[in-house]
């Protein structure tokens, strides 16, 4: 079956524009996570929606949303963005909402804020 | 709260070589989950195990294996006989109920030939 989709894969734009990632989770898979990796930070939790809720969320500023809609494909914006922003930004598909469940990734979505 | 160390930045060895990669971890549940994920240049993170808290066998997986010791909160990972294609960057992580998936910092292989 197929992987987890993420698009696109780059993005470059200019500080203070806002930019939309989209992540296909595996069919099937309920919840997904995001995730942002810079070289300096690692790879931080962003957000995590199940069944179209969130369900956790890091511990970044507002200006960082998402969401889940009912077909499971999630979507996450970042408004105003600022140079820190350039990351990868990785989306991780779950079967469910229990911590047993494995978690699935996808290429990432690389972006330069510029 | 969760917490997850990997304390080796960077490690070289040359092809052939058995390497261990250090992780770990913090947590006040009794019951979680660690993983290890691999990170090639590609930047897609690569499952390459899951393991409960209860279950503290040690896994071989081919060349593969990991040592899950609950009493030194560790979950080591050794590549016995190195090869080239295992330069990346390994990742261990974890989670428990109702918590988001916790990664530490990496560790970066290089093997060379």
């Known amino acids: 079956k197929a992987g987890v989709t993420q698009t696109p894969r780059y993005l470059i734009k200019t500080r203070g524009q806002q930019v939309t990632l989209s992540c296909s989770p595996i069919?099937?898979?309920?919840?997904v996570s995001w995730y942002q990796q810079t070289p300096g930070q690692g790879l931080q939790f962003l957000f995590e929606?199940?069944?179209?809720?969130?369900?956790n969320k890091g511990n970044f500023p507002g200006r960082f949303s998402g969401r889940q809609f009912s077909n499971s494909r999630s979507e996450m914006n970042v408004s105003t963005l600022e140079l820190g922003d350039s990351a990868l930004y990785l989306c991780?598909?779950?079967?469910?909402?229990?911590?047993?469940?494995?978690?699935?990734f996808g290429s990432g979505t690389r972006l330069t804020v510029v | 709260a969760q917490k997850v160390t990997q304390a080796q930045t960077e490690i070289s060895v040359v092809e052939k070589e058995d390497v261990t990669l250090d992780c770990v971890y913090e947590t006040r549940d009794t019951t979680y989950y660690l993983f290890w994920y691999k990170q090639p240049p590609s930047g897609e993170l690569v499952f390459l195990i899951r393991?409960?808290?209860?279950?503290?066998q040690n896994e071989i997986s081919g060349r593969y294996s990991w040592n899950f010791q609950k009493s030194t909160s560790s979950f080591n990972f050794t590549i016995t006989a190195s090869q080239v294609v295992d330069s990346a960057v390994y990742f261990c992580a974890s989670n428990q109920a109702g918590t988001a998936l916790i990664f530490g910092k990496g560790t970066t292989l290089s093997v060379s030939s």
């Open positions: 929606y199940f069944s179209e809720t969130q369900r």
């Open positions: 069919s099937g898979h309920r919840s």
């Open positions: 991780a598909s779950s079967a469910g909402d229990r911590a047993h469940y494995g978690y699935t």
């Open positions: 393991r409960n808290s209860f279950d503290e």
